[in-house]
């Protein structure tokens, strides 16, 4: 069986300072290069729309009862109603 290779100090620390001039260089490309565009905004469907506004007066409710801090549940009854937790998420989450 082949001894393995071995390597003196001067050359583990030759190779240590090349990955960390690399990890520096990769780094400042990174941080200098532009920040990527936004999302365009999806098109919401109609009911999505509604649902999205029905959320938004019944916090604004809660809100003007002192229930800010409090949790609200919303649920959908309808069968065959559109799935619009993706459209809600977007909505209520700000800047992502």
């Not at 990769?26 to 999806?42: I, M, Y």
């Amino acid at each position: 069986m082949p001894e393995p290779l071995r390597m003196n100090r001067r050359t583990w620390g030759v190779a240590w300072a090349v990955l960390c001039a690399a990890a520096v260089a990769a780094t400042a490309a990174l941080n200098a290069s532009p920040a990527p565009d936004p999302r365009p905004e999806k098109p919401v469907s109609a009911e999505c729309a509604e649902y999205i506004a029905n959320v938004e007066t019944q916090l604004a409710e809660a809100k003007e009862e002192g229930n800010e801090d409090g949790v609200l549940a919303f649920t959908r009854t309808r069968v065959g109603a559109d799935d619009c937790s993706d459209e809600i998420l977007d909505h209520f989450s700000g800047d992502r």
